[in-house]
């Protein structure tokens, strides 16, 4: 039974079971109607608990419905149902009540969760608004500005601060069905949040400041602005008048290309892994080993110690060890304290550190983050084959080397793989898994199982220069290249890019990761004779002048106290480049800049996707989209060049 009622003394409990996430489907919706018909009706019934089976209390409306025509009855009937009834109701929340999930416990007439439940309205993330009353009813709980955050900025909140807010009426200290049968017993009639007035701000400057902010971080996702609308009409017109309002832009957004793209990539970033090779039993990992405590290597140290894992940090001497120690200590104090990190001590225990290899005798998993030279990390490889156990896992977090080349340094290539995070570690959520030729399958399996562990959305992809990331961003960094010499400005590029909702320009990028890394790439590429014609060299020059960007004061643009510059130098360098390769014209029509990024961006993918280095256009999406800034709401560069080509 989707919807079941069992009765505890005079309460009935009535259960929602829909795994995974008990969404909100039409079953539910049905049993829930007939449910509250059942209840009303029943004379040895005085008050009714919702409780879920399962991981989670209602996860939101069923994200596989809105692509097809809606289906009677309606989530927002099904909640004016409920708070209509005669008897109260009781949600009993634990998992997450998202979307319709927490619209539906704001329609019951009271709250408890348990204290790991997160409550919220993540419709923004997926192209809406709440489309059954949140809007209306949640500022009539918590002050306007939470309501603000929680439905434009679409981020969930923890019991404990739903409590303080209002939002919730208790904690469940013990078992939460049990205590929420008792809750239900103290109440005498129910308590309907529509009737109750908005609760309004102390604060109205905050506020405009939370809505701008929003706004401006938008950078063109339509549902943000909406949703700032939708709250700023919640808490201005009569509730039935902001109900009507709030579901008709849910009903025109809903079948937005945004939303499309959206759910798109909601539901790619959930298929990476369906792949038979990352299905199969992993290796057991508890203790990780990371060589380098540079940047990378700290941030990567950091993200498997904030995720409960033993990780022993290596670095060749004292020194450079003292100044990784301080960089992971860094990133774990400023983590505890934006409330992250519960307890700092238990993490900081799990820490330990040395210059010996040998401390790395019994680690299940060792990544290596050194210098990005193959060299360097042939020796690496070397050492750890002769001290690491024949069962663990060695990676590298190479990000355009021969993985290949690297496993083959080992005794046994198939314990190699790549796994290639994007900086900082501790807070991107995109993991390159790279796998070589000989990797073992459930090598694969336990990278795929490390990187939901870490929280990390883990993609396959084969080896190549650049795997699926790099290769596609080095074309269309080139076509940035060759926009230059057509005439175009590299302000204008980035401008463009922003437009189009990037948050940065590929120029800018570069600026803020640095020109060296893809600078010893083209000399490699160029040594190897791996460079096509015509090559361009501006950038070249600019790292041959020691301009590698925001950490040397200059790169594209000069960067200095005042902010960032466009630099005379680097457009004299630009038009002598454009003058040696017969080009002269100092000028681009700035429409024509995104076409060529995006067709360059798209061969290339396809490229990728021929060759099996993706296993999919969809993980060539996600890939885009949550390692190098494609705006989200546009799908990624295969999902655009469809909707483009429909
Ligand atoms: C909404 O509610 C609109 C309302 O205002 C108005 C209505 C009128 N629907 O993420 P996971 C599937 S909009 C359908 O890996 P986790 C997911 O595809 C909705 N399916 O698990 C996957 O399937 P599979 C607002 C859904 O433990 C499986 O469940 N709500 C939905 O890492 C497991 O998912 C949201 O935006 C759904 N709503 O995380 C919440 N949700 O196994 C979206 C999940 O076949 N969901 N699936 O690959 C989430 O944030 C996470 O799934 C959650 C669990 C935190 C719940």
């Known amino acids: 039974m989707t919807v079941s009622i069992a009765k505890q003394g005079r309460v009935a409990v009535v259960t929602i079971d829909n795994p995974p996430v008990n969404a909100s489907s039409q079953a539910v919706r049905a049993g829930l109607l007939e449910a509250v018909a059942a209840t009303e009706v029943d004379p040895d019934v005085d008050a009714v608990v919702l409780a879920c089976a399962g991981r989670t209390f209602v996860a939101g409306a069923d994200v596989r419905e809105f692509d097809l025509p809606p289906v009677e009855p309606?989530?927002?009937?099904?909640i004016i149902a409920i708070e209509a009834a005669s008897k109260p109701w009781v949600a009993a929340i634990h998992g997450t009540a998202l979307g319709g999930g927490l619209e539906l416990a704001l329609g019951c007439h009271a709250r408890i969760a348990d204290a790991k439940a997160r409550m919220g309205l993540p419709e923004v993330t997926l192209g809406l608004v709440p489309g059954a009353g949140g809007t209306v009813r949640l500022p009539r709980l918590v002050e306007a500005e939470l309501a603000l955050t929680m439905i434009a900025g679409g981020k969930?909140?923890?019991?404990?601060?739903?409590?303080?807010?209002?939002?919730?009426?208790?904690?469940?200290t013990g078992d939460l069905l049990e205590e929420a049968v008792a809750l239900a017993n103290t109440l005498d009639a129910p308590r309907r949040t529509l009737e109750k007035a908005v609760v309004g701000t102390t604060n109205p400057d905050a506020f405009d400041k939370t809505a701008s902010g929003l706004r401006r971080k938008a950078r063109g996702q339509v549902s943000i602005g909406a949703a700032i609308d939708a709250v700023e009409r919640g808490l201005r017109l009569p509730a039935q008048k902001a109900?009507?309002?709030?579901?008709?832009?849910?009903?025109?957004?809903?079948?937005?290309?945004?939303?499309?793209?959206?759910?798109?990539?909601?539901?790619?970033?959930?298929?990476?892994?369906?792949?038979?090779?990352?299905?199969?039993?992993?290796?057991?990992?508890?203790?990780?080993?990371?060589?380098?405590?540079?940047?990378?290597?700290?941030?990567?140290?950091?993200?498997?110690?904030?995720?409960?894992f033993h990780v022993t940090l290596i670095e060749r001497d004292d020194t450079s060890l003292a100044a990784?120690?301080?960089?992971?200590?860094g990133t774990l104090d400023s983590s505890a304290e934006r409330g992250l990190l519960p307890d700092l001590n238990a993490v900081v225990a799990r820490f330990e550190t040395a210059t010996d290899y040998a401390a790395l005798a019994d680690a299940d998993l060792v990544i290596e983050a050194v210098f990005e030279d193959l060299?360097?990390?042939?020796q690496v490889f070397a050492q750890l084959d002769a001290v690491t156990r024949p069962d663990a896992i060695l990676a590298t977090n190479t990000s355009y080397l021969d993985v290949n080349a690297i496993a083959g340094v080992l005794t046994d290539p198939s314990r190699a793989i790549g796994l290639h995070f994007f900086s900082p570690a501790h807070i991107m959520k995109l993991l390159e898994i790279v796998l070589p030729d000989m990797v073992a399958e459930?090598?694969?399996?336990?990278?795929?199982?490390?990187?939901?562990?870490?929280?990390?959305?883990?993609?396959?992809?084969?080896?190549?220069?650049?795997?699926?990331?790099?290769?596609?961003?080095?074309?269309?960094?080139?076509?940035?290249?060759?926009?230059?010499?057509d005439g175009a400005t590299p302000e204008q590029v980035d401008a463009a890019m922003r437009d189009y909702g990037f948050p940065m320009g590929v120029f800018e990028m570069q600026d803020l990761a640095g020109l060296d890394i893809a600078w010893a790439m083209r000399k490699r590429r160029l040594a190897e004779g791996r460079i096509s014609d015509p090559y361009i060299r501006i950038a070249d020059r600019l790292c041959e002048m020691g301009r590698f960007g925001q950490k040397t004061g200059a790169g594209w643009y000069d960067h200095s106290d005042k902010g960032v510059q466009p630099s005379e130098l680097v457009m004299s360098i630009i038009a002598e480049e454009r003058q040696m390769m017969g080009k002269a014209d100092p000028s681009f029509p700035t429409e024509h800049v995104m076409p060529r990024i995006l067709g360059a961006m798209t061969r290339e993918a396809e490229a990728v996707l021929a060759e099996g280095i993706a296993?999919?256009?969809?993980?060539?999406?996600?890939?885009?989209?949550?390692?190098?800034?494609?705006?989200?709401?546009?799908?990624?560069?295969?999902?655009?060049?469809?909707a483009v080509a429909d």
């Open 74 to 78: 309606h989530l927002p009937d099904v």
């Open 156 to 172: 969930p909140i923890s019991a404990k601060a739903a409590l303080e807010a209002g939002l919730i009426d208790a904690i469940a």
């Open 243 to 308: 109900l009507a309002e709030g579901r008709a832009t849910f009903l025109a957004l809903k079948s937005s290309d945004q939303a499309h793209a959206l759910r798109h990539i909601f539901f790619a970033e959930r298929a990476t892994l369906a792949d038979p090779r990352a299905k199969q039993t992993p290796r057991p990992v508890t203790r990780i080993g990371v060589i380098g405590g540079g940047t990378m290597g700290a941030g990567i140290a950091s993200a498997c110690l904030m995720r409960g």
């Open 324 to 329: 990784g120690t301080n960089r992971v200590r």
């Open 375 to 378: 060299e360097v990390k042939n």
């Open 442 to 485: 459930d090598v694969v399996a336990t990278a795929a199982n490390l990187s939901k562990s870490l929280g990390k959305i883990g993609v396959l992809s084969g080896v190549c220069d650049g795997f699926i990331g790099n290769r596609i961003m080095s074309a269309y960094r080139a076509e940035a290249d060759r926009l230059l010499i």
């Open 615 to 642: 296993r999919s256009a969809d993980d060539i999406d996600v890939v885009m989209v949550n390692g190098y800034g494609f705006p989200r709401w546009k799908g990624g560069p295969m999902f655009a060049s469809r």
